[in-house]
Nanobody, 119 residues
Framework: QVQLVESGGGLVQAGGSLRLSCAAS????????MGWYRQAPGKQRELVAT???????DYAGSVKGRFTISRDNAKNTVYLQMNNLKPEDTAVYYC?????????????WGQGTQVTVSS
């Protein structure tokens, strides 16, 4: 069984910073893409950033230049450094990972961590 456990959310003032972490554990062969998504109240879940096993990254336009995604393959962990946070960044942030497990490739989600940015 695979688990993704997020940490690092919280309440911060506009202009502040937070760092999210997501650690994968369980029975899997390897991790391909890892990423962060977010869902604000009344809105659909949206992509924030992704990082491939080789290190290439993609960002949503709204966070480019403010957020940085990184990963530690030895620790099966992905990070999201969020700087210059804005009230519109307020959302539940979810970790996602595409993993090779025996016989298949599957996507897994974390339970989510709340990020609240006050103005």
């Amino acid at each position: 069984q695979v688990q993704l456990v997020e940490s690092g959310g919280g309440l911060v003032q506009a202009g502040g910073s937070l760092r999210l972490s997501c650690a994968a554990s369980g029975r899997f062969l390897s991790i391909n893409v890892m990423g962060w998504y977010r869902q604000a109240p009344g809105k659909q879940r949206e992509l924030v950033a992704t990082i491939r096993s080789g290190g290439s990254t993609d960002y949503a336009g709204s966070v480019k230049g403010r957020f940085t995604i990184s990963r530690d393959n030895a620790k099966n962990t992905v990070y999201l450094q969020m700087n210059n946070l804005k009230p519109e960044d307020t959302a539940v942030y979810y970790c996602n990972a595409g993993m090779y497990i025996i016989g298949s490739y599957s996507n897994f989600w974390g339970q989510g961590t709340q990020v609240t940015v006050s103005s």
